[in-house]
């Protein structure tokens, strides 16, 4: 199954939420069954590492953030089983995006598969906010994408 995780920059949520799933994915034991990859709906990043606050507290994590920003393509909903937007502006840009009814049916939204933070509505941006920020953004995508793996699993069987 391929996996397209996107925010708006492409350096901050999306590549976490890429480093979180490919742990998660790596210690089940399931790096065969899956390829990720992540994309931002704003494309002046392009080339860039993540922020370098993200991939402090990644590290501190055990999470190496190696991934070089990139714009959705419209190709992605043709390459992608799923696309996983982490906001409502997100969301709406990439059902927008999406060339057919089909393949907006393949965006869905990251904070729906968390479990242990349901006061949440998205995973917000912690691009002008403090450590916190990037902490709670942390907090949510191990979360999340614990929930959707789990999901995916499930589905699969």
Known sequence: ???????????CRSPAAQG???????????SDC???????TYGGHAGELPDKRMRVHAARRGYNLTHRSRPVHESDFEDFDLIVAMDDSNFSTLRRLAPTVEQEAKVVKMIDSCRQHPYYYSVPDPYYEGASGFELVLDLLEDA????????????H
């Open 1 to 11: 199954m391929k996996i397209l995780f996107v925010c708006l920059g492409n350096i």
């Open 145 to 156: 994408c614990a929930g959707l793996l789990d999901e995916l699993c499930e589905s699969s």
């Open 20 to 30: 979180v799933m490919q742990r998660l994915i790596d210690e089940r034991g399931l």
């Open 34 to 40: 899956f390829e990720l990859d992540s994309a931002g």
